[in-house]
Every structure is written in structure tokens, then in C-alpha cells.
């Protein structure tokens, strides 16, 4: 199998390098680049076509957000994980707007980061805990407060509705079959249910259809 190529985007060498030395010890990982800007990074990207870009989010000239936007647009086979110091929500749902597939905190432990990178290549979402549990609470209280008439999920079931929940927390399969207590027969059942009558085909374009149809808040800049 080949390695998982990574172009890895940081404003601050020292950090650049600690990545390099972290993720060149995997097998699995191949460092296909670094970049110290977004433009830079949008060039590379273009021109290396890396599995996975990690992207931070506050760089000068062009930051992450308007990064990932412009990789997604020129190659939106290569999937975007952003690595950033940054917790708040606007940067969360802003960098998932742009395209991102995954957020994880520069706290997190190097496992988690792993990870992340492995479930973004594969074409999954990986969201740290803290981040995906604002998702899901945005979710629930726009659900609240929205009539049933012209609500988005309208043709969704009760249960249908807790499965794409935790679809778009990034649990997998057998962690929703565990939570809810219900066989992963059934889960891969809600599973395409939802995605037909939703007409999508991703856990990333669901996260993404939640966002461009209101469900979940994007907090304008300024």
C-alpha cells in the first residue's frame, strides 16, 4: 500500500518541523511537502497533489480558511485537515464551509492526529470531540426552534435523525450501533436511508449540506 502523501502548511518553521519529525516516523505517512503560506500551500498543492494537506488557519498574505477554499476548488480530490491553535466555533464552521474534511486542535495528542489524517484520506471526517460537539449542539437548536414545515430533514425519521447526528460527530459505525443500542445492519440501513433522501453520498457532504442549508450557524468575521 502506498504511503499517505501530506503537504503540511504552517506559518512558523519550528512548527513545520516538529510535524515533519512526528509524522516522517510513521510508515504509513509520507511528507510530500511544507508550505509557509496559503499561496504557497495552494501552489504545492497544485503541483504535488498530496493525499492530505494539514493546514493552519492564521497565516499572512492568505490564511487557511481561504486556502482549503481555493485547494477544494482546484483539486477537490485532495483533502484538507486543519491543525490549528483555534477552538472557537467561527473557525470550526468556517474552515468546514471552505471544504475542510477534518479540525483538530494543535493540543491534541499525536494518535489523534494520526488518525485524523488516516479518516480524511479514506474519504471519512474526523472532528476532535470538543469541535464536533459544537456541531452537533447547533444542530439540536436550530431542530428546536424550526417548525416541522420546510425544515430541511423533513423526510427523515426520529431515529434516522439520531444516526446522521452522529454521522456528522464523526463516530463510526459501530459506535452509533453501541450508542443507540442497535445492530450495524441497521446502522448501514439509516445510513443509505438518510443519504438517499437527502441525495448525498459522503459523511463530508452531509456535514457540508448541514451548513449550506442553515443548520448549522457560520459566525461572520469581524
Do not use: W
Amino acid at each position: 500500500m502506498s504511503p499517505i502523501r501530506i503537504l503540511i502548511v504552517d506559518d512558523h518553521a519550528v512548527v513545520r518541523a516538529g510535524l515533519r519529525m512526528l509524522l516522517s516516523a510513521d510508515p504509513e505517512l509520507e511528507i510530500a511537502g511544507e508550505a509557509g503560506d496559503g499561496a504557497q500551500a495552494l501552489r504545492l498543492a497544485r503541483d504535488l497533489a498530496p493525499d492530505v494537506v494539514l493546514m493552519d488557519i492564521s497565516m499572512p498574505d492568505m490564511n487557511g480558511i481561504e486556502a482549503t477554499r481555493r485547494i477544494k476548488e482546484l483539486c477537490p480530490e485532495v483533502a484538507v485537515l486543519a491543525l490549528t491553535m483555534h477552538e472557537d466555533d467561527q473557525y470550526f464552521f468556517e474552515m468546514l464551509a471552505a471544504g475542510a474534511s477534518g479540525y483538530v486542535p494543535k493540543r491534541a495528542a499525536p494518535d489523534d492526529l494520526i488518525s485524523a489524517i488516516r479518516a480524511v484520506k479514506n474519504g471519512g471526517m474526523f472532528l476532535f470531540p470538543s469541535l464536533a460537539r459544537l456541531l452537533v449542539s447547533d444542530y439540536l437548536q436550530r431542530s428546536e426552534h424550526e417548525g416541522s414545515a420546510g425544515r430541511p430533514f423533513d423526510a427523515l425519521t426520529d431515529r434516522e435523525r439520531e444516526v446522521l447526528v452522529r454521522i456528522a460527530q464523526g463516530l463510526s459505525n459501530q459506535q452509533i450501533a453501541n450508542e443507540l443500542v442497535i445492530s450495524i445492519k441497521t446502522v448501514n440501513r439509516h445510513r443509505e436511508n438518510i443519504m438517499a433522501k437527502l441525495n448525498l453520498h459522503s459523511r463530508v457532504e452531509l456535514v457540508h449540506y448541514a451548513i449550506e442549508k442553515g443548520l448549522i450557524d457560520l459566525k461572520d468575521e469581524g
